[in-house]
């Protein structure tokens, strides 16, 4: 029996013992601790409606105003809970197929099944959180934050009117000379990030690498976020 075999039956027992009714899954690597920059136990993390990391730390850090603070966009109508009738909207949400998901629970509206109206101003809810997400990212200069949602969403609004939005931004991130060099650089940077960062040699080598994109793009987002991945690495290095 594996450690990870052994974690996993240990984790599904205590699971059943308290009657766990909330999402949780597991994880082999370290991508999710470094992502929660976890170095310690008890750790949380707080995931804003939008599937972003908006905080982490220690639990009894974690306040009542900073959560408040990214509640806008949450639903209490969240597609792990719902009934078997939202199954075919749960599936389309599972593919990001917005278009796909609203058809499903219009057919659910115009039958006339409970709760179907609030499910769908919640999936609405749910595409109304990206869309914001990705216009604030292009406001602050995020290309790539912006591009990731794009990419996501980018033929599968079909006749919704949030379409326009990211078909826009998908013209502006593909035309436009100066975001297009950004976002080169932003996903090089990215590219380091998601390298094997475990040895001392390799977060040396991810430093060395993310310098060079500072130089190379001054006074521009990447300069700013590789250098503050930069201190990140050093600190992991002395500690």
Request: proline share 3%.
């Amino acid at each position: 029996m594996t450690a990870e075999k052994e974690d996993h039956d240990l984790t599904a027992a205590w699971v059943k013992e308290l009657g766990v009714e909330y999402p949780y899954g597991y994880f082999k690597d370290s991508k999710l601790s470094e992502a929660t920059e976890h170095t310690a136990y008890p750790h949380a993390a707080l995931i804003d409606p939008k599937g972003v990391i908006v905080w982490a730390g220690h639990p009894a850090s974690l306040s009542d105003s900073i959560i408040e603070k990214h509640l806008a966009g949450a639903s209490k109508y969240l597609s792990y809970g719902w009934s078997d009738t939202f199954e075919p909207v749960a599936k389309q949400l599972a593919k990001q197929d917005f278009g796909k998901a609203i058809a499903e629970v219009d057919k659910l509206v115009a039958s006339g099944a409970e709760g179907a109206a609030d499910v769908r101003t919640a999936v609405i809810g749910m595409l109304d959180a990206r869309i914001a997400t990705m216009s604030k990212a292009l406001e602050k200069g995020d290309f790539y934050a912006a591009n990731i949602v794009v990419e996501e969403l980018l033929g599968r609004l079909g006749d919704l009117p949030q379409a326009a939005t990211i078909d826009a931004a998908e013209t502006r991130l593909g035309s436009d000379k100066e975001v297009k060099e950004i976002l080169a650089g932003q996903k090089k940077l990215h590219k380091i990030m998601d390298g094997e960062l475990r040895k001392d040699k390799q977060l040396e080598g991810a430093i060395k690498d993310a310098e060079k994109l500072v130089k190379k793009y001054p006074g521009t987002i990447v300069e700013r976020q590789a250098n503050e991945f930069i201190t990140k690495l050093k600190d992991r290095l002395k500690g």
